[in-house]
T-cell receptor, first 114, second 116 residues
Framework: NAGVTQTPKFQVLKTGQSMTLQCAQDMNHEYMSWYRQDPGMGLRLIHYSVGAGITDQGEVPNGYNVSRSTTEDFPLRLLSAAPSQTSVYFC?????????????FGAGSRLTVL | GESVGLHLPTLSVQEGDNSIINCAYSNSASDYFIWYKQESGKGPQFIIDIRSNMDKRQGQRVTVLLNKTVKHLSLQIAATQPGDSAVYFCAERDQNSGGSNYKLTFGKGTLLTVNP
C-alpha cells in the first residue's frame, strides 16, 4: 500500500513550457485534490475531484487543468508555465468528502519555472 | 529543508519539555479543525482533529484545545522529542461547505525546533 504517489519530485521548466504532475493513490479514495504551498501562504487548493469523471475548481485554479479518468489517478497539467507557478505542489486524497475524512498527502513535487 | 519554513512563526524548545503551538481562526462558521505535521521534504501528515462541539481531545502525547469564544486552537505536545521538529499547520472547515473536505482552509504554520 503505497498511499499517495507523486511524480516527479523535482522539475525545472522554462516560461511557456507545459508539463504534467502525476498523482496516483492505491487506497480506493473517492476524493482527490491538488494544493500548492508557497512561503508564508499556507496550502491553497487548486483543483479537486469527488470521483472519477468529476472535477471542480478550488481557490487558485488559473493556469492549471485536471482530469479524473480513473479513481486512482489525478494528473495536474500546466499548459504554459509562468514564474508565478514556482511552488511546491501536493496531491491529497481521502475516502469520502464528508465528515471527518482525513486527507492523506503525497510527498510533494517542487516546480521551478525560469 | 523546504522553503516553506521561511517567514513562519517559530518555537524552539528543549527535548523533554512540553510544547504549545497556537492557531487563531476567524471564521465563526468553522465546525471542524485538524492539525497536520510537515517534516522537511515531506507532505503534511495528520496528527489530530476536533469537532466544534468539543473543547478538548487527546491523542498519544498530543492534546488539542479549542476555544470557540476567542476562536483559538492549540496543539500541546508532551515530552517533546527531536522527531517532533517540523512545521505544524492547523486547518479549519466551514460548516456551510456541507461537510466537504475541499473547503478546508489551512493556516500558514509554525516551525517547531526541538533542541537535544
Amino acid at each position: 500500500n503505497a498511499g499517495v504517489t507523486q511524480t516527479p519530485k523535482f522539475q525545472v521548466l522554462k516560461t511557456g513550457q507545459s508539463m504534467t504532475l502525476q498523482c496516483a493513490q492505491d487506497m480506493n479514495h473517492e476524493y482527490m485534490s491538488w494544493y500548492r504551498q508557497d512561503p508564508g501562504m499556507g496550502l491553497r487548493l487548486i483543483h479537486y475531484s469527488v470521483g472519477a469523471g468529476i472535477t471542480d475548481q478550488g481557490e487558485v485554479p488559473n493556469g492549471y487543468n485536471v482530469s479524473r479518468s480513473t479513481t486512482e489517478d489525478f494528473p495536474l497539467r500546466l499548459l504554459s508555465a509562468a514564474p508565478s507557478q514556482t511552488s511546491v505542489y501536493f496531491c491529497a486524497s481521502s475516502y469520502g468528502t464528508a465528515g471527518a475524512n482525513v486527507l492523506t498527502f503525497g510527498a510533494g513535487s517542487r516546480l521551478t519555472v525560469l | 529543508g523546504e522553503s516553506v519554513g521561511l517567514h513562519l512563526p517559530t518555537l524552539s524548545v528543549q527535548e523533554g519539555d512540553n510544547s504549545i503551538i497556537n492557531c487563531a481562526y476567524s471564521n465563526s462558521a468553522s465546525d471542524y479543525f485538524i492539525w497536520y505535521k510537515q517534516e522537511s521534504g515531506k507532505g503534511p501528515q495528520f496528527i489530530i482533529d476536533i469537532r466544534s462541539n468539543m473543547d478538548k481531545r487527546q491523542g498519544q502525547r498530543v492534546t488539542v484545545l479549542l476555544n470557540k469564544t476567542v476562536k483559538h486552537l492549540s496543539l500541546q505536545i508532551a515530552a517533546t522529542q527531536p522527531g517532533d521538529s517540523a512545521v505544524y499547520f492547523c486547518a479549519e472547515r466551514d460548516q456551510n461547505s456541507g461537510g466537504s473536505n475541499y473547503k478546508l482552509t489551512f493556516g500558514k504554520g509554525t516551525l517547531l525546533t526541538v533542541n537535544p
